[in-house]
């Protein structure tokens, strides 16, 4: 009787659960390596590429430094602009809705704001491709009005797209960082607290054995 | 069962007792990242640091700049004004001029009177504040008047000959 | 020392009798199962969101041009304002799966019966408080899924006959959901919280002249039960420990597990996402809201989704004691009745479109039909039950009508 009353339970979380699975379809099984050198090499991409037309505006120069770049490599990526402001594209809102009709979202959530998360970013980036026409689209989001900017819809064979789809996972590592900057500090707090509870709770399971063995 | 009653009572309350203060160790531990939420974050901290460019403040002109929320006197002091501060000693709260700059030319001090804190204008002496009348001198020495301090020096810095950095 | 300080209060205050009659001696059924632990661990759930929410709101700008930066202002810069973030946003989720476990609890063991009518009143009054509460707070981060969720659920009150529009409007304070919205939710949803406190201590009040039911659905002997402190604290302790490696596995491991992606992209009142999906715990009304094509009609349905359960004490008509325990048609309709729950959420969870729709009708048939038809499978089991022969000494404590229900004779 309990036990099915659990697998009702269970069905219905799972029910539950079900509506936070992707409703969209899912990106093939890309990994995404998040190492510090991955996510640092990301930055790179994204301030060198990305930013021409896209802003992070809850990610300051500053805060880079997190990443391990040091002083002369913070100077280059920010120009002159001070450690205190945030990742802005150089080009206007106003320019850019014109070059584009609309204007190219912020980055700063990107990895975390569509279903698939960064495998997704990592799929539009390589997803460009020449149709028979000669226009270039893409795979992931049919009709994008972003440009190929890492020029994959040229690239042929491994050994040239190899180097573009690097950099196109470095992005997406860069952007899972910038999503969720705070992400290394919580797992490392969690296994401490996760720790705590675990072998507070088995105290606690053996306190609550004693104190019961006082009845009859 | 008496036996059992010497041992077990012993070891019961031991494991109780450490349970019971591991558990007050966590609760006590849970509540510092809700204290540690209510300091400054960094960037209000990172705004606690001001850069002043000095160029353009003549000889004799005041530059107000504010800093953690309150105006900061830049006051650049013609060599007639040095002289007469480094003569005087100030009034109720004597201190050298010397022990309050870093370069004679500049005096840095906040511009906040010590009497109420209300903000000092500025006069060919020095500072009268116009809420309980304290008179300050180009020292920002207290002279006369309710207020009982000099006006505070905040931390500062030359960065270069041109530029300081208060915080 | 303690002791005269102690000995000073209970001069003045009644302390000492107090935690004694209602704690340290509290009769309490010995035989409750782990499903009793679940009211504890929705009090300790409610101290976490207010704590939670109090430091949040410390930094939090209701305000339409604001309240996204400030968000993303505290998972950023505010020491530890993630953790804060995500114990309330998890917290808000841990809350509906302890509360409906606690009222599944009540459902099965037919704890709402007489006397405890008015303690699952009470219960189901802190149920519309607590929906009330998080429906208000899903707005305050001000993203996709919170402007547009708002906006359709505020939007239904215009069914209501003759002032609907004008309803809609007051509740708004704007031809949409704005800056007024978004202002007075935030007012709101710091407010009730602490009518919610207040309720819950009246919840209690009525739970303690009528004690706990158990697992059997009879009233024990006097000498089968035993003092609260220190056996159920001990293992509603216990159970706060596993609940709480749950909670925290979901927070430091998994926390977007129970956030809409979408919510990450702030409100857009020109652009409406693809999908509208309420948080988890709404989705089964959600369902039953639009199984039904009459706008009016799918509002009623939905209110009276969650109103019937006060009318469980009445639906109820056996006389045989407790629930589940002793009565196999009425565990079979509590089955039929979660798993239909969760169809519903899985219909709720997903465009209404091809066979889901005629899911949805059917399941929000059978919902109803769990309730509505209780009265006459009740009574039909009892018949039935009673010609079989019940199980010995049943038979005595079967309720007469004045007896209280399982009440030794």
């Given at each position: 009787m309990k036990r099915l009353k659990f697998a009702g339970l269970c069905i219905f979380l799972g029910m539950a659960m079900n509506q936070s699975l992707a409703v969209a379809a899912e990106p093939a099984d890309v990994e995404i390596p998040q190492s510090p050198a991955a996510v640092r090499r990301g930055a790179e991409v994204i301030t060198n590429v990305c930013m021409a037309c896209h802003?992070?505006?809850?990610?300051?120069?500053?805060?880079?430094?997190?990443?391990?770049?040091n002083a002369k490599e913070l100077d280059t990526m920010r120009g002159g602009k001070s450690l205190k402001e945030p990742l802005v594209s150089d080009m206007s809102p106003d320019m850019l809705k014109e070059g584009f009709g609309v204007v190219p979202p912020d980055l700063s959530l990107m990895a975390h704001a569509r279903e698939g998360g960064p495998a997704y970013i990592y799929e539009i980036l390589t997803g460009f491709y020449h149709k028979p026409d000669g226009s270039v689209d893409n795979h992931a989001f049919p009709g994008i009005k972003m440009p190929d900017v890492l020029n994959f819809s040229d690239a042929e064979g491994p050994a040239q797209r190899g180097p573009l789809e690097k950099q196109a996972r470095d992005a997406a590592a860069f952007l899972n960082w910038a999503a969720d900057p705070h992400a290394a500090e919580r797992h490392h707090l969690g296994y401490y607290v996760l720790a705590y509870l675990l072998v507070l709770t088995i105290l606690l399971y053996f306190s609550k054995r004693k104190v019961w063995a006082r009845l009859d | 069962m008496s036996e059992q009653d010497k041992v077990d009572p012993e070891r019961r309350d031991f494991l109780i007792t450490s349970t019971t203060i591991l558990g007050v160790a966590g609760a006590a531990g849970a509540c510092w990242p809700l204290i540690s939420s209510m300091n400054p974050t960094p960037s209000v901290k990172s705004e606690a640091v001001t850069e002043v460019d000095l160029q353009g403040v003549a000889p004799g002109a005041v530059h107000t700049v504010p800093w953690r929320g309150e105006p900061v006197f830049i006051f650049h002091r013609t060599q007639g004004e040095i002289a007469a501060m480094e003569e005087s000693k100030g009034g109720k709260d004597p201190q050298p001029d010397a022990a309050r700059?870093?370069?004679?030319?500049w005096l840095v001090v906040i511009g906040i009177c010590t009497h109420l804190g209300c903000v000092p204008n500025k006069t060919a002496k020095g500072w009268l504040c116009p809420c309980h009348g304290s008179i300050y001198d180009n020292?920002?020495?207290?002279?006369?008047?309710?207020?009982?301090?000099?006006l505070d020096v905040p931390p500062y810095h030359f960065a270069a000959d041109d530029k300081i950095i208060i915080g | 020392m303690t002791n005269r300080v102690i000995a000073w209060i209970d001069q003045r205050f009644p302390l000492t009798s107090f935690v004694k009659h209602e704690l340290t001696e509290y009769p309490t059924p010995r035989n409750l199962s782990y499903w009793w632990n679940f009211g504890f661990l929705a009090g300790f759930v409610l101290v976490l969101q207010i704590v939670s929410g109090i430091f949040l709101a410390m930094h939090y700008k209701p305000d339409i041009h604001l309240a996204f930066d400030s968000v993303q202002y505290i998972m950023r810069e505010v020491n530890y304002g993630w953790l804060l973030r995500y114990l309330h946003a998890i917290g808000a989720s841990a809350f509906f799966i302890v509360i409906y476990i606690h009222m599944a609890r009540t459902l099965y063991y037919g704890s709402y019966r007489a006397p405890r009518e008015l303690l699952w009143w009470s219960g189901q009054i802190l149920l519309l408080l607590l929906m009330a509460t998080a429906f208000m707070g899903y707005l305050l981060p001000w993203g996709q899924m919170s402007y547009w969720g708002a906006q359709v659920i505020t939007s239904l009150f215009r069914a209501t006959p003759w002032f609907g529009n004008d309803l809609v409007l007051w509740l708004r304070g704007d031809f949409t959901v704005s800056d007024a919205t978004l202002n007075r939710f935030f007012a709101l949803h710091y407010l009730v919280p602490f009518i919610i406190f207040g309720m819950v201590l009246i919840h209690l009040v009525a739970l303690h002249a009528v004690r706990s039911s158990n697992p059997s659905g009879i009233n024990l002997a006097d000498k089968d039960n035993i003092p609260f402190h220190p056996y159920f604290t001990s293992k509603d302790f216990y159970g706060l420990g596993v609940f709480l490696i749950v909670l925290c596995g979901f927070v430091f491991f998994k926390p977007d597990f129970f956030l809409e992606a979408i919510n990450n992209v702030p409100a857009n009142p020109m652009q409406t996402p693809a999908h509208i999906v309420p948080e988890w715990y709404f989705l089964p009304f959600y369902a039953i809201l639009r199984a039904i094509p009459d706008t009016l009609g799918g509002v009623v349905a939905m209110v009276m989704s969650i109103m019937i359960f006060a009318a469980m004490p009445y639906l109820d008509r056996s006389k045989l004691p407790g629930g589940a325990r002793f009565r196999p048609l009425y565990r079979l309709a509590f089955y039929v009745f979660i798993i239909d729950v969760a169809v519903l959420s899985y219909v709720g969870a997903h465009p209404p479109s091809g066979v889901l729709v005629d899911v949805g009708r059917v399941a929000t048939f059978v919902y109803f039909a769990t309730f509505l038809l209780l009265p006459p499978v009740s009574i039909l089991e009892e018949r039935w039950l009673r010609a079989r022969g019940l199980p010995p000494g049943l038979e005595t404590l079967v309720v007469g009508e004045d007896d209280k229900v399982g009440a030794e004779k």
């Open positions: 802003s992070l505006k809850y990610i300051k120069y500053g805060a880079l430094a997190q990443l391990g770049f | 700059v870093k370069n004679p030319d020292s920002g020495r207290i002279i006369s008047g309710p207020a009982p301090r000099n | -």
